[in-house]
């Protein structure tokens, strides 16, 4: 027990090791400023299917941004809620708003993908900046968008948003996403090598130039893929084009679920498909995070409770453990600006996740994973996310 206490302990601090380095790695989008120069015409495309309760503060948000040159494209996907009206009456209100009618949904599709697949051929841009539903932009995140698409010289920039949190089921499974990301993923680095695998998009927030969208294959080449933001920064990279991901905690908002039965379904479409697919890869990374996170301090309680004896360095070992997934927990929750206790909480986040990683490998591989009343695509196993042919 000791030892394997000791290999946990080693793991947490490596991955420590990781979240400090993208504390300076991961650069906020405000920190880039406004466009040199003459700014491109920025194409701002939002998918919408039954978004009534958002798309009218979304779509405010969108035409105040204080860009030169910018038009707004909402694609109406078939809603039966009063999304049509809604936009029907922002479009009266401003001429920069374009309301596009769905075509019906072709075989092959997913849904939101076919959508956003129409808005980029109707798109007069050269930029063209895709934006979901349930987000909300602060004035000067386009222009501090293209200005960082400028700097890096980049070919696609993608910005993690700040997640509102309100329901339980929210506060115990949505933090996962970005505390995932910043403790995972190795920003520096993965912004250097052209590895696929280490890049992702974030997809409330992706400002591609058009030339690469289409090179690359854009939604049609990802129309299958339950996670096309992961799979579209892929074929960016497989392409040998630059991708960039940003902090845009300060600039971009988003609630992406609302309520229990919402965040279980939509995590459930994604969590497994994002690892392409793959079984035993999908298992091993969740049944690890949980013995990782809840072993430990399930070992201490047992202990104090005179249930378990435990030699006294594995107490030791185990309460570093636990102190250095707080440490861990307590970065994304101030970075990210979540609630502080959430840190607290991060054994009942990591159970309730995990429950829904479990549930989302059995729904996919059944063929029963939905989202807003249409099947998702059954996922082959030992298949990635599409980075597909480029030619």
């Known amino acids: ?68 040159a910018f038009e707004v494209l909402v694609l109406d996907d078939g809603s039966t809620d009063d999304t049509g009206d809604i936009l029907a009456r922002l479009g009266r209100e401003d001429g920069r708003l374009r309301v596009l009618a769905g075509a019906p949904l072709p075989p092959g599709w997913l849904g939101k993908h076919w959508a956003c697949h129409q808005l980029a051929a109707a798109a007069r841009g050269d930029l063209l900046l895709f934006v979901d539903a349930d987000t909300r932009l602060h004035p000067e995140a386009l222009a501090n968008a293209v200005s ?17 949190v309100g329901t339980w089921a929210e ?12 403790t995972f993923l190795p920003v520096a680095l993965a912004h250097r090598v052209r590895a696929p695998f280490l890049s992702l998009a974030v997809g409330p927030f992706m400002l591609f130039r058009r030339a690469a969208y289409e090179a690359t294959g854009g939604h049609h080449a990802v129309r299958t893929s339950p996670v096309d933001d992961i799979a579209l920064a892929r074929r960016i990279k497989a392409a040998g084009l630059i991708w960039r991901l940003l902090d845009g905690t300060n600039r971009v908002e988003t609630r992406m679920y609302r309520g229990r039965r919402e965040v279980v379904s939509g995590l459930s479409r994604t969590l497994f498909a994002a690892f392409g697919g793959r079984v035993a890869l ?53 970075r990210f600006r979540l609630p502080l206790y959430l840190a607290a909480l991060y054994p009942a986040i990591i159970f309730f996740t995990v429950l829904i990683a479990l549930r989302s490998a059995a729904v996919t591989l059944t063929g029963q994973a ?21 030619s």
């Open 370 to 390: 939905t989202w807003k009343g249409r099947p998702v695509a059954r996922l082959d196993a030992q298949t990635e996310p599409n980075t597909g042919d480029l």
């Open 282 to 334: 999908h298992l091993f990374v969740w049944l690890w995070l949980a013995v990782v996170f809840l072993e430990p301090p399930l070992l201490i309680g047992l202990s104090a409770l005179g249930v378990a004896r435990l030699p006294g360095p594995a107490v030791a070992l185990a309460g570093a453990a636990v102190a250095l997934s707080l440490a861990l927990w307590l970065i994304t929750c101030i």
């Open 148 to 164: 960082a698409l400028q700097t890096e010289r980049a070919d696609f920039v993608t910005a993690m948003p700040r997640q509102e």
């Open 171 to 182: 506060q115990l499974a949505l933090p996962v996403l970005p505390w995932s990301i910043h």
């Open 1 to 68: 027990m000791t030892q394997h206490l000791g290999g946990v302990v080693f793991f947490l601090a490596v991955v420590l090791l990781i979240a400090l380095s993208n504390l300076i790695a991961l650069r906020r989008l405000e920190s880039y400023g406004r466009p040199r120069g003459a700014a491109p015409f920025v194409s701002i495309l939002v998918p919408a299917r039954d978004e009534a309760r958002s798309i009218e503060a979304c779509v405010r948000s969108l035409l105040e941004q204080r860009c030169p």
